[in-house]
């Protein structure tokens, strides 16, 4: 059987994997049906009340034509732990429907091998595939047991068909796996998978249900929250920097990551990727149990030809920050980081960007401040980052950049009274 979905949002599931990788992570031999059954018949204890949280994301973009008859492993690195995982397929830039045959998720051994015993059937209201309509999304069923925070998950998503645009993530400095022909989800060798790719087809989010009160935050950016430039496979962008810190902070309940950068994305326009007032509700305001954005856009806009001035992205700023409030999510303002160097680099942007810094610092419209700027600009010339945390085109950060950003948010100033 399949399941067609609405193209909205698909109502919260309770979705668990419990995955064991090296005694690490256990596996319960309980099908998701039996355990149901279970549970209604009284056995096993109810479950305590948890959260559901966004443990990992990526925005959806437009991808290249739609393939069908293939199957894709998405590798993930979770940030929050619990139980209740599951994970949202998105259409949202398919002109026309697409079905996935199946779904499985894994603990990723090495490359794109699952570890032995842990991949696991996903279910869509019940059957093993779902048709998803054009710009529709959908979530998975649960799926029994615990993931623990930081661990590495092969997400196997079989496109049975499919036509038209793909959608999904183009960068994000993860190695994922395409079987070229056929279904094989449900394999753990890694034999199939005869293709690399730096796309992330489909799968824009995984949720766990965690500790009640846990929360997210989620990063909405361009390719510096995507992680360019950064040693790719070793999850070294700001995000994942951030997101070990909070992991190993006792006072924080904000445990969840997502990460929302675009590379070249824009805040006004549309370019790589919609610009970040369009995607918005569905890149971040959507996501499970968010807490707080950290906003770092800006940089393609000024450097963009025409730029706006000072005044219409503030303007863009500060919608984000009213649609943000009204949904009950706190909104920190991260500086735009220098770029002198860069071939767009021009004293007209330069000084759109001070003034823009300004604004971020100074005007109280953010419910906190991140500096960026402060904490990675060359003293000595605080138009150009500093060259230990410049990769070499002096705009992106490199890997000791990304720590020192992360290292620079002060955790306490993420959470507010909304």
Not at 144 to 153: A, E, I, K, N, W
Request: proline share 6%; net charge neutral; aromatic share 6%.
């Amino acid at each position: 059987m399949k399941r067609t979905v609405l193209p909205l949002r698909a109502p919260r599931a309770t979705a668990v994997i419990a995955l064991a990788l090296a005694a690490v992570l256990a596996v319960p031999t309980a099908s998701y049906a039996s355990s149901a059954a279970s549970a209604s018949a009284g056995s096993p204890a109810r479950p305590a009340a948890t959260t559901p949280v966004v443990t990992w994301g990526a925005s959806a973009d437009r991808l290249d034509a739609a393939v069908a008859d293939q199957t894709h492993r998405v590798v993930v690195r979770t940030s929050a732990g619990g139980s209740g995982l599951r994970v949202r397929l998105s259409n949202a830039f398919g002109e026309q429907p697409v079905t996935f045959g199946r779904a499985y998720a894994g603990v990723r051994a090495s490359g794109a091998a699952v570890a032995p015993g842990t991949n696991r059937a996903l279910s869509f209201g019940g059957a093993a595939s779902v048709t998803v309509p054009a710009g529709g999304s959908v979530y998975s069923d649960p799926l029994p047991g615990t993931v623990r925070p930081q661990s590495d998950l092969a997400i196997s998503v079989y496109v049975r068909n499919a036509a038209g645009t793909a959608t999904g993530h183009r960068m994000g400095l993860q190695t994922s796996y395409i079987a070229p022909a056929g279904d094989h989800a449900a394999e753990e060798s890694a034999t199939a998978y005869t293709r690399q790719t730096g796309f992330r087809f489909y799968l824009d989010a995984v949720v766990v249900d965690a500790p009640p009160g846990t929360g997210a935050v989620v990063a909405l950016g361009d390719s510096i929250t995507d992680g360019a430039i950064s040693t790719a496979d070793t999850n070294r962008r700001w995000p994942d920097f951030l997101a070990g810190r909070l992991r190993n902070d006792p006072g924080s309940v904000l445990k969840g990551v997502a990460n929302e950068g675009i590379s070249g994305n824009k805040v006004l326009s549309d370019g790589a990727g919609v610009s970040a007032l369009k995607r918005l509700d569905r890149d971040v305001l959507s996501q499970r149990g968010l807490r707080t954005v950290i906003l770092l856009e800006g940089v393609n806009d000024i450097k963009a030809t025409p730029a706006p001035t000072a005044a219409q992205l503030i303007a863009g700023y500060r919608q984000i920050i009213d649609r943000s409030h009204a949904a009950g999510v706190c909104v920190a303002g991260a500086t735009v980081m220098p770029y002198e160097g860069w071939g767009e680099w021009n004293a007209g942007g330069e000084a759109i960007r001070r003034e823009v810094n300004a604004f971020i610092r100074g005007s109280g419209a953010f419910d906190a401040v991140v500096d960026f700027d402060a904490a990675v600009k060359d003293p000595a010339a605080p138009a150009k980052i500093l060259p230990a945390y410049d990769s070499g085109d002096h705009l992106h950060p490199n890997d000791a950049g990304m720590k020192v950003m992360a290292d620079a948010i002060d955790l306490r100033s993420l959470r507010c009274d909304r």
